[in-house]
């Protein structure tokens, strides 16, 4: 039986952990931490998770919580993580860190995006980048896991197979984006409201969301050399989802059926990455509550590579990782918890 | 006082014209044609149209109708719209024609895209594009208007400025397009259902939608320069609101204070074209209704020019601008029947 | 011309009194207030009021704002609105009160039910409930207008023909309904926002809700014997829209055309109450963005009266009437400022 | 093993029961029927269902499938399940029919609001009203199960312990029903189409619609008494989710502490009904894709009772209320493949 403890539970990661943990017999969900809602019962926020009948928020009281869990997932908000994990990790446990705070390699560059110091720049060191699909092995040996942001983990599958293989330019990459409004978190805020959301439609963080180091940082890797996106963010008027339409200039020639080749081949075996047949798009109604990347592809008369990736932003963006990894760091089978369909129409 | 015929009057794009004209004292509708609907009255189809009470949609006799308007409107399917242009045409009468086939100048690439043949190539050679931001001259003195697509709207109003200007690149320009479902029409079709819709979100027609040759013509006319473009149309689970989000490559070095002043001298005193102040960016619910695209724009740190227009498909994408067509023809006040605030929330 | 204040602007009554005035030539709005906007633009919460480029909130200083208005609208919070009407009235100014301040005639079952005290009890008693259907000759002569509240408004339409006729019992009335969230106001409230909405469908304020002792008082005077009803309102899943649907029992055997006879008749002339033909039924869609009420009805097997009325919450629930009242009291056509067409689909 | 046949899998009970046997080791689905879909592969209609990939209709060959199943869904329509049922039951197998043609005791009954002959008198006198809370020991030892409409689910399981206890009158009883759009299944029909839908909200079936005599057949039997119900059904603007307020007369005084002992103890033990604590409501997005029906209580000013019940419809209303039937007509436990918890947000 494997303990685990959710640091920052009140927020929709936190909830939607309890709901895809809730399904796993080896897990078993020891506290749950919220400083605003502190004493409350978990159902009275989220009535639809009647498995936690009586269970009930705690204060964040990391000398007393660090005895009650072998694995910490933290859904804290970004530079609050920061000092959580370390202490943890220090203490000797695993950490999956849902928030940005062990993402970005380089500490300045952090520092740039998220105008906070990062204070453990050591631990920073040892954090291996949550993405199963890249990372497996790596994640199998670490007790710390940056969970990635959703934006990249869209942008990064769509483009792997790609880069990995160099057929398409590093220059002059776009990718457009779109989410569904619980990225956002669960938030008093009249921008978010139902009244100022429904209908609507629009760019935000326009050439500057702090996704966009994490996301040249981990294309940069594969490419083996710098590159620097352009990247737009779109905010959908529904509250799961989340679409990426990647463009990249194909170098000479590659043909449409070579192209699919190597995303077929690249993930073949991947129990989340769902390679369409040549023709088909992915839809984020297909992968509402799964933990499922579908990817999608098309050449355009000029030669532009047209890739499109959808995701789940709560689940394969945030949670389903976040279980995946710890599937992984466990040894449990990776599809443990996250084998469910789709709630359609 | 201006007698209007509407061809082809069940649709969204019939509807939107008749709640517009409905506002324009100098205009009266003196038939509607629809050859499902014939015999049924408006508002049975279109219960909010009650201006309308009592009018039936009749079949489309065109020799019949000749005699009964000053102007006609061809609301009707892509081919279908041809014949009747010409006859109207051949009569000496204005027409607006909202259907692709007098937009492309090209026979062959109408035939192209569109799967049929062209039979009025004349004619077609008569037709002005309908865009009165480029074309307000033209329209004035002509008798046979192509009513701009949705999609094209967006994309050429986003790009116009900087490419007249030629500060951008003309390669590699992406339009990454997002609409309404009303675009597709008023269908009975389980693919465009509420069950099949709501809480989606896909691309669709992937490197090969209709409107790819149109913005490609009307761009390259612009550049002085063939153009193509990359174009990804998607699907928003709303009913109205388009938003095109373009880029391209800067040339060297302008500033993004340079490109915005380029943008506001480009459309001074349009007053359906609102420059919004950088940093602004255009949402689809702010311009529902309304005749208006609103257009921001960001440079990303790469030197990708990013310029975002957002307009209502049925009203600027449709027929709006066909009103705002027969307003310049007429030499009625441009904004006549269009000066509506939309209604939100 | 007459110049309009309009105090508390800043929620969506506000912004749809701008966006109904905005439209009506005889009236200029000289100024718009909001404690907690004061200084700001008006476009920048409302992006959309285009027509009000410029203009700033300014905070409540009812010493300057008095010689600024011919007409006061007061969009206050409930109890807030209490002291700006008695100092505008009592400075002989014309107001037209949107909150619940001056709807109850006993100023017990206000403090019962709002838990404050009525401070101006000798003013409410010169306050004339704004329905015009009912009191049109009142609204004219009066200086002092207690706005309807939207679910009272559905209800007292939907009953009053039947009652007036006394073709009902005045027990057992239910009243079932359905309302968008807007409603709730302007907040930034989690319980309101578009994650916690969406999807969603519930019932609040069960047997428990302040428009309960408004439709009560209403249906008495109507009946002229004492009224208490069985009201639950719902909160549907869209931004605009009420719809009420009214049981009642029938008095022995009257048919169904002879009610529908009794609505015709009781509504002959009213360009805002719209009694659908037998075996039509409101949406809330038809009659969006517009002052119209609609009415439906239908008798069970069992001989119960099924009385179904729709308006948008927004305008013949808040603001349009307001506006339909400060015609009746201008001596403007009614119907000015709201001839307005829906935006559909 | 369970062998499961499903006739009629391509409409939404049909891949709702497909998505929900998916996660029931013990059960097989050996063959899926649809005339319209008949060799196309069931994930080109649901791309979700992946569970299924390679899987394709077939044609409803009776006499072919009869040797491949166990057990028989019946998802066709109305009318058409007639023969299907007569069949699979008189060669011995068991059979849960989603339709309406086994629910109305009487077969005159059933022609009057079918308008369609009953063929099977016989075979309808055997026929077990699937609703387990209050039949289970008859579902147990049957072999042919008429599954519940979804709006009698809400009407019989809101009314049950009240009527049960006698403490309401039989009289006037009201249901004020809304539903989610999947109730009307996947359809080519323009009045679904997302834009006739969206932003919408309407009665429909007013006093006419054919679960009246359903939900009158079922609550006169608990109240051993000729009951008639007022009963109007809503169309709501989301895909999934019903909600029914039911409003009573109270007998003599009968406090709401008491009301809710006699429903709490009514449905204690049962795993699918979760009466609610006092002065908390059902919300349909709390049950959204669970079997689960929750229930809330009021008591109004003038002795009304008011009871509102939330089902999804596709699950406790169809699918998941069949599969729970299955559980128990099979001996397993009832639970089985229904213990999800809500996709929330």
Redo the contacts between chains.
Sequence with gaps: MINAVICGASG?TG?ELL?IL??IPEVEVTALTSEQSAGKEITEL??????YKGVRFEPLNMNVLVGRGDIFFLALPHSASQEAVEYFHSHGKKAIDLSADYRLKDPLVYERWYKTKHHFPHTLSHAVYGLPELYRQYIKNSSLIANPGCYPTTAILALYPALKQKIIET??I?I?S?SG??GAG?????T?????????????G???HRH?PEIDQELSLIAESPV?????P?L??????M?S?V?A?LKGGTSLDAVHSIYKEAYEGEPFV?VLPIGK??????V??TN?CQI?M?????G?L?I?S?IDNLVKGASGQAVQNMNVMFGLDETTGLG??????
């Design positions: 929709y909830s709901r809730a399904s989220f009535p639809h998770l009647s498995a220059e002059h776009v457009d779109k409004v619980s669960r938030k008093s805020d009249v978010y409201s139902f009244c100022e959301i429904a209908d609507g439609f629009k760019a935000y326009v050439a500057s966009t620097k996106v352009t990247f737009t779109h959908l008027p529904v509250t799961r989802g679409l339409t463009y200039q769902d798009y992915p839809d984020i109604r297909n509402r509550g499922i999608g098309a050449i355009s008369e000029n532009t047209i499109i959808a469910l369909l789709p709630v359609l129409p």
